[in-house]
Every structure is written in C-alpha cells, then in structure tokens.
C-alpha cells in the first residue's frame, strides 16, 4: 500500500465548477498536512497547509479527518488557471522535514 | 531573483557516464533537499542537508553522492550512470520543519 494515496484522475470540469479531492495516507503518526500544486513540466508549489479544524483560503478549502487518515480539497468557482495536479502531502512527523508526496489527482478546467 | 535555481535545466547523456546537478537558494534557509519524480510522477525525497550536514538519506544507490559546500548550495553527482535514473530531479530548500521551496528540475534523460 502506498504511503499516501490519490485517484491520479484526471478530473474534467467546467469553469465555475466546484471539484473535490481526496487523500488517504498510511502513516496514523504523521503530523503536518499539505496540498502542493504542479502546473505541467513545473516545480511543485505549496497551496496551502491543511489544519485539524478545516481550513480556507479564498476559493479554496482544505479539510482533515485524522480518525479516517483521511484529506480533502475543495475547489469552488473552478476556473481555467486551476488546470493543474494538485499533490497530497503528509509529513510523518516533526523530528525532520520529510515530506510524503501522494501521486497527484489532475485537474482539467475547461471553458 | 530566482529562489532556488537548478543547472543544468536539461540533462542528456549515455549510460555508464557521470554527472553533476548544480542547485543554489539565495532564500537564506539552512535545509536543503533533492527528490526525484520518476514517469509516473510520484515524488520522492533522496537526500536532505541542514547546516550541510546530511539529515535525510533515503534509500537511493550509492551512484548517488550529495554534496554541500556551504548553506546555499547543495549539489547532486551521479556515477555509472543507468537507463532507471531517468526523471526528473527538483532540489528544494527550506527552513528547518518549514515550507519547502522547489527549484524548477533538471529533466535527466539516460540513453
């Protein structure tokens, strides 16, 4: 079983959409959470942290259920530059800094 | 202005040759990283360097040598090069236990 699993998609959607990512991971010690966006042939780059209690940030909205080892992601008003992978991330615990990638759901936002 | 640069940005080369990969961050951080992203793009921490002193060493053949020559710099050199070693490799750096800053890649492609 892989250490952090997604539905690699891709997931097509119109604009205006809203679009849900899940994320489940192995690990019942890890401690930080992330979603990482990749544009095509780019470096990968931090969209937001996920918090225990649910976190926003604009039309984005990032959720956590630790019983479960479970993340999501939610994504309103979808629009044509959300064309993306968008990267699970866990972090097993605080003693270092290394970061568990999921493999990426894709995302096609289409006019 | 760039944060964290990577050079070459694209890499060709026959097996069995030897090769270095150059990565800077003028973001001041005191960690730096490198991961590889193989074809079916999961990423994968390889190396991680506090202070220049090696933290992090994951499971990768000792082909691979990291090297770090002072806290902005972390470089990547790798003998007897395989066809397996192809990827994409994304050197990163943060501060300790903080947001990771990727590099845009160096696309190594083993003929």
């Known amino acids: 079983r892989k250490e952090v699993e997604q539905d690699p998609g891709p997931f097509n959607v119109p604009e205006g959409a809203t679009v849900a990512f899940n994320c489940t991971y192995s690990n019942s010690a890890s401690q930080s959470f992330f979603w990482y966006r990749q544009d095509c042939r780019k470096e990968p780059k931090l969209l937001m942290s996920v918090y225990s209690s649910g976190n926003e940030d604009g039309r984005f909205t990032a959720q956590l259920n630790r019983a479960s080892q479970y993340i999501s992601l939610l994504i309103r008003d979808s629009k044509l530059s959300d064309s993306a992978t968008y990267l699970c991330?866990?972090?097993?615990?605080?003693?270092?800094?290394?970061?568990?990638f999921g493999g990426g759901t894709r995302l096609m936002v289409k006019p | 202005d760039t944060a964290v640069s990577q050079t070459p940005k694209y890499l060709v080369t026959q097996m069995g040759n030897d090769k270095s990969i150059k990565c800077e961050q003028n973001?001041?951080?005191?960690?730096m990283y490198w991961y590889k992203q193989d074809s079916k793009k999961f990423l994968k921490i390889m190396f991680s360097?506090?202070?220049?002193?090696?933290?992090i060493n994951e499971t990768v053949p000792n082909r691979f040598s990291p090297k770090s020559p002072d806290k902005a710099h972390l470089n990547l050199h790798i003998n007897s090069l395989e066809l397996g070693d192809s990827a994409v490799y994304f050197c990163a750096s943060s501060h300790y236990q903080e947001t990771q800053y990727f590099g845009p890649g160096t696309r190594l492609l083993v003929l």
């Open positions: 360097y506090n202070n220049k002193e090696l933290i």
């Open positions: 991330v866990v972090r097993p615990d605080n003693a270092g800094n290394m970061l568990t």
């Open positions: 973001l001041g951080h005191d960690t």
